[in-house]
């Protein structure tokens, strides 16, 4: 019983070490199954060049981890200007890994030719921690990048709401009939 206890309180604390950590600066909101969409321009607001999910980013950074490959990425990111904000902890040893559209890992082990890295990438520390996803301004991957945009789930569709009963009349008042007292006739 004391073996189960000290595996699971291990397994929960890996998690929280795991789980990035937000700052009052920059809040990275997304968590597992979310996604970013990503455009070109200055600051997210051209061309569309993707949705990527958050998951697959981190399975493609995870696999390639911090191993140059022929391609010349992963390789890190220095983030001159802070051109990039990332989340507490994300600020030194910070890697960048290209990202495909198409939600396909990149080959960073094959050489350029013909493997165009374009714009979309996951940045992330050399303890492969998540640090956040941006994009190049230009399809070529040209200029420095910006964040791309989280996007906010949608609420579950529900089935709408049934329309409530009208709400019965309310009755009117009424006067209070008044009996006419009888008269009585007088005894002839």
């Known amino acids: 019983m004391v073996g189960v206890t000290n595996i699971l309180t291990l397994l929960a604390a890996t998690a929280v ?3 990035p950590v937000p700052n009052e600066e920059f809040s990275l909101e997304a968590r597992a199954g979310q996604s970013y969409i990503c455009r070109g321009g200055l600051t997210n607001k051209g061309e569309l060049f993707g949705e990527v999910s958050q998951d697959r980013a981190i399975g493609f950074f995870r ?3 911090t191993n140059t490959g022929a391609s010349g990425y992963p390789k890190e ?23 495909l559209s198409t939600n396909k890992p990149y ?8 493997n165009r890295p374009g714009p979309l990438r ?14 190049k301004p230009t399809r070529e991957g ?7 945009e989280f996007k906010t789930k949608s609420p579950a569709k529900s089935k709408p709401k049934p329309k409530p ?24």
């Open 165 to 188: 009963a009208p709400k019965p009349a309310k009755p009117q008042p009424t006067k209070p009939k008044t009996k006419k007292p009888k008269t009585k006739k007088p005894k002839a």
């Open 107 to 114: 080959a960073f082990n094959s050489k350029k030719a013909g």
């Open 63 to 65: 696999n390639a981890k």
């Open 122 to 135: 996951v940045y992330y520390t050399k303890d492969l921690k998540f640090c956040g996803i941006g994009s």
């Open 142 to 148: 040209l200029g420095n990048p910006h964040n791309c």
């Open 77 to 99: 990111f220095d983030n001159k200007g802070k051109v990039m904000k990332f989340a507490k902890g994300c600020t030194k040893d910070v890697w960048e890994l290209p990202l």
């Open 17 to 19: 070490i795991a789980t």
